[in-house]
């Protein structure tokens, strides 16, 4: 079945970064685009990035527009977001899924504060 795991959140100063990852299987993950959400306590669940199936084309939401770079390795089932200059508004968890799929995972929470 569809297994979506996010790892490398935690908690970080305002400025600082952070490298997630989603590994992904029970797909054909190299077939399909990918995106990353987040969500805030108390607020909607918000598109944050998306990345097509060959890695080559990516998107992102104005909040976090050069700051954040979505990247894929394809051989590896593994989605990527690395963000920098990270704000307190950063502050969610945050989950991969791809467009195609309703299947989440459980979420890694990235908290920033000083």
């Known amino acids: 079945q569809v297994r979506l795991v996010e790892s490398g959140g935690g908690l970080v100063q305002p400025g600082g970064s952070l490298r997630l990852s989603c590994a992904a299987s029970g797909f054909s993950f190299s077939s399909h685009p990918m995106s990353w959400y987040r969500q805030a306590p108390g607020k909607e669940r918000e598109w944050v990035a998306l990345?097509?199936?060959?890695?080559?084309?990516?998107n992102y939401a104005d909040s976090v527009q050069g700051r954040f770079t979505i990247s894929r390795v394809n051989a590896k089932n593994t989605l990527y977001l690395q963000m920098n200059s990270l704000k307190p508004e950063d502050t969610a968890v945050y989950s991969c899924k791809s467009p195609r799929l309703s299947n989440w995972g459980q979420g890694t929470q990235v908290t920033v504060s000083s």
């Open positions: 990345i097509n199936a060959a890695g080559g084309i990516t």
